[in-house]
């Protein structure tokens, strides 16, 4: 199994491998999610209509970080639902932690609108960074049983196999997926104006809803790209680390190369980046 083929001493401490805990954490979020998809009990509004929150994303965080602290207590943790909405909030928090020397950044549940609507394609995405770069991505999706997982420098896998991006070298080629973010005053025009850029020059557009999951299929080449406005650190960065290791590129919409303060990204193949990145320059759609 990959998990414990690909351990090696800089991903295990005191015996204990970072990678088997977080897909641990992931697996038992997971489950309890796809329990409670129609049968939650409470559903909030954040700062529009369109932002929404259940108890149980709240659980399922709560679950993930003391899962996480009971086996890493000096380990820093960043999750969603301990941040308060909007860019400012995120971007402090992120601040706070983004160089401690292990930060584990988790969204327990990408993908909330869907989960709400009882729409099957959510994940939940566990990423631990190292000084700032991420080193474990854990994307896991309940509703398939898929985990997504990579560790840094070596490869990335879906049922423990080997993934790799797809091979479309063209735009008009490549089916490529965004996420239409909620913001109205300067995510949602941007992102209407990649759209419009984009659309007629690709195969297809596909849009999920959850941003990580998304980031799992470029890795596992089952969309050519996926770019997005907008985002925070905990949409990404498991996702970042399953495209890189399978081959393909992440930057930001403007081709600047990602971190974890991306908020707006550009992921794909890595054959169609360049193409596709100036598609959205060009369009001035990238920021
Ligand atoms: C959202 C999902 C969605 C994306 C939004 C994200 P959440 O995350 O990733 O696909 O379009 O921008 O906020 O709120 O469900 O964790
Ligand atoms: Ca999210
Ligand atoms: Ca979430």
């Not at 080449?221 to 960065?237: K, Q």
């Not at 990204?265 to 598609?279: C, L, R």
Request: charged share 20%; glycine share 10%; hydrophobic share 45%.
């Amino acid at each position: 199994m990959l998990v414990s083929d690909s351990q090696t001493q800089s991903s295990i401490i005191g015996g204990k491998s970072f990678t088997a805990v977080a897909i641990n954490c992931a697996a038992k979020a997971g489950e309890w999610i796809k329990t409670k998809l129609g049968n939650y009990a409470r559903l909030d509004i954040k700062q529009s209509p369109q932002d929404l929150v259940t108890e149980v994303d709240k659980g399922a965080e709560k679950l993930i970080r003391s899962l996480l602290l009971t086996h890493f207590p000096e380990h820093s943790f960043l999750g969603e639902e301990g941040v308060e909405p909007g860019p400012a909030a995120s971007a402090k928090a992120l601040e706070d932690v983004k160089d401690a020397e292990y930060l584990w950044i988790v969204d327990p549940v990408d993908g909330t609108t869907n989960f709400v609507h009882g729409f099957p394609f959510f994940s939940v995405s566990i990423a631990l960074a190292r000084y700032g770069e991420v080193i474990v991505g854990v994307v896991y999706d309940p509703m398939r049983d898929e985990l997504f997982v990579a560790e840094r420098g070596k490869g990335a896998y879906v049922h423990g196999k080997r993934m790799s991006v797809s091979g479309e070298e063209t735009l008009a080629t490549s089916l490529i997926a965004t996420g239409f973010p909620a913001e109205p005053a300067y995510a949602q025009p941007l992102n209407l104006k990649g759209l419009q850029a984009i659309a007629p020059q690709v195969r297809n557009i596909r849009s999920g809803g959850s941003a990580a999951l998304h980031m799992a299929y470029v890795a596992a080449g089952r969309l050519t790209a996926f770019w997005e406005i907008g985002l925070n650190s905990w949409d990404l960065a498991a996702g970042a680390l399953l495209v890189q290791e399978s081959g393909g590129a992440v930057t930001d919409t403007s081709g600047r190369p990602y971190h974890l303060g991306v908020r707006n990204v550009a992921a794909s193949n890595g054959k169609v980046h360049e193409a596709f990145v100036g598609a959205l320059v060009k369009a001035e759609a990238a920021e």
